[in-house]
């Protein structure tokens, strides 16, 4: 009898590489069970496609891959038994030209009829599902696995030091891949408008593109206040940087955005943030863990500056209790394990 003890995980991380987090600490949990490749059969081995139990999809419709030889590569593995598991991330894509908006729409409208499961990671998400009459008995919801700190011997002294910064300052941060879709240049329009005594906003991350880096640059010179890091940061200096922080800014705009990596990072590490109204957090706003906004960002801002260090960092202790109760690695492959039965 063949055993189904192989699973397809796409995009598959690969050592080396700048990675997102996020794939590798689900890739780690599958491996515990099972045996993860990073791409397809091909349609000649049959073998292969009777092992395989599951295919995770991650953004496929963004990388210009879902084309006709992939989509027959799906079906035969779906016709050999494996589960289609589409992870709906996002309600459309992020930042995709305007000439190929609806061909990656397209795509995700046949992911969704497609696909065995529908993966959420936040319940207020279900309702943007396309085709959602016929495909919203596919939705399983697994909450998003937390960030473990990549640094147990965080030297904040040394942190602040070197980007200026002193323990008296309110830190507003921002990070992540620097894309327009973060709206980054709204962030600091409303941090510069403000003029708030003893604050500084740092922007650490690495820029899309030369031009959006290029913007950003103009708006922030001759501007002491906002400190500017556009470089890939890896994971330990990351978390230094999240350390010396006392809230966190994510003024996404565009509306595409339904999750975010960036929120669960800041709560695994104990730090509030600054939201717009999106799915993830609609879900998690009883627990009183963050600042949502839906219209002024400025306003948010200003209320988490007065409310101090203090209560901003009582907030952080309990979003990060909030994500070790809920989001954490037993709770995940649980929940995930049960749709590859």
Known sequence: MIRRNRIVYMPYPVKGNKINEYLTNMVSILQDEYTVLGSLAEPTDLFQMLQTRA????????????????K????????????IIWVFHDKRPHDIDPGSKDINIRNMYWLADFSSVIMLHSKSSSKYIPNINRNARKAVYIP??????????????????????????????MFGIVRPYKNIEGGIKAFQKLRLPNAKLLIAGNPSDSSYAEKIRKMCKGDKDVILDLRYISNVMLDNIIGISDVVVMPYHGGSSMNSGVMIQSFSAGKTVITPDICM?????????????????????????????????????RAKEYMYKNNNRKTVKEQLYMILK
């Open 144 to 173: 998003h696995i937390l960030y473990e700190c990549q640094n147990k011997g965080i030297n904040q002294d040394v942190t602040r030091k070197r980007y200026g910064i002193t323990k008296d300052d309110f830190v507003f941060i």
């Open 55 to 70: 295919v995770f999809l991650n953004w496929i419709e963004n990388l210009n891959q879902l084309d006709t030889k992939m």
């Open 281 to 317: 957090a609609r879900d998690m706003a009883p627990a009183k863990i963050m600042y949502i906004y839906k219209s002024s960002l400025e306003e948010t801002m200003l209320k988490a500056y007065h409310n101090g260090k203090l209560m901003n960092r009582q907030m952080g202790e």
């Open 72 to 83: 027959v590569q799906l079906m035969l593995h779906r016709l050999f038994g494996a589960k």
